[in-house]
């Protein structure tokens, strides 16, 4: 169904380490989103690139998320200082456009967990 | 904010027999996609639908923008059909707004 790569699966840090997540969206989809999703299964946008430019971004993505998606390298999510509360699991998800357009695929997650 | 009311919560059919499941928006949304988590836990796609519906093999969905609804419709239930469903609506901004979810479980 999906080809969105997502590494790695499972992330374990303390509090205060970094954090990093890495998506590989489907060949030839330039819009790239990322979700956190909480153990309430309640989803969260946090940013959305298109080929590198982002697109939109939420308040906390903008002061504690580290956040790029280079040409010809991975796109990738980085949390700069780990709180508790960051423990989820994080979405990626590609598509072909934004807004409307397009169904968006996701991939498998990262599950992070902040000691 | 947009919010998307997804019901029921959980839902236990037996095989061979059928339900709908629903999202209800608070605003108008332009586009909606439903998905099941499968047993590893990944987001598999079932529907995207500007308007109207679509029907997949024992699935059907329907979306009313305008109405601010949207419906997923199982009918023969099978026991791998088991698992969690998600909607999600789109806006004009791309982002998805997801429901809750719905716990579906398929009983012999």
């Known amino acids: ?115 | 904010g947009d919010q998307v009311e997804q019901s029921p919560s959980a839902l236990s059919l037996h095989e061979g027999t059928g339900s709908a499941l629903r999202c209800n928006f608070t605003t108008t949304m332009r586009a909606v996609q439903w998905f099941r988590k499968n047993s590893r836990g990944s987001l598999i796609n079932l529907f995207y639908l500007a308007s109207g519906t679509k029907e997949n093999g024992r699935l059907k969905s329907a979306f009313d923008s305008k109405e601010r609804y949207s419906t997923l419709h199982i009918r023969d239930a099978q026991l791998e059909d088991s698992g969690t469903y998600f909607c999600a609506a789109n806006t004009n901004t791309g982002k998805l707004t997801f429901g809750d979810g719905t716990v579906l479980t398929v009983k012999p």
């Open chain 1, 1 to 115: 169904n999906s080809k969105v790569i997502q590494t790695p699966r499972y992330l374990v840090k303390g509090q205060g380490q970094k954090a990093k997540m890495r998506c590989i969206p489907e060949k030839g989809h330039p819009v790239v989103f990322w979700y956190q999703q909480n153990k309430n299964n309640e989803f969260k946008f946090l940013i959305n690139f298109q080929n590198q430019e982002v697109l939109q971004q939420i308040d906390m993505t903008e002061k504690r998320f580290s956040a790029e998606c280079p040409s010809n390298s991975p796109c990738s999510l980085e949390i700069q200082s780990s709180e508790a509360g960051d423990s989820a699991l994080y979405l990626c998800a590609s598509s072909l456009s934004w807004g409307i357009g397009d169904t968006q695929y996701f991939g498998p997650g990262t599950r992070l967990l902040v000691l």
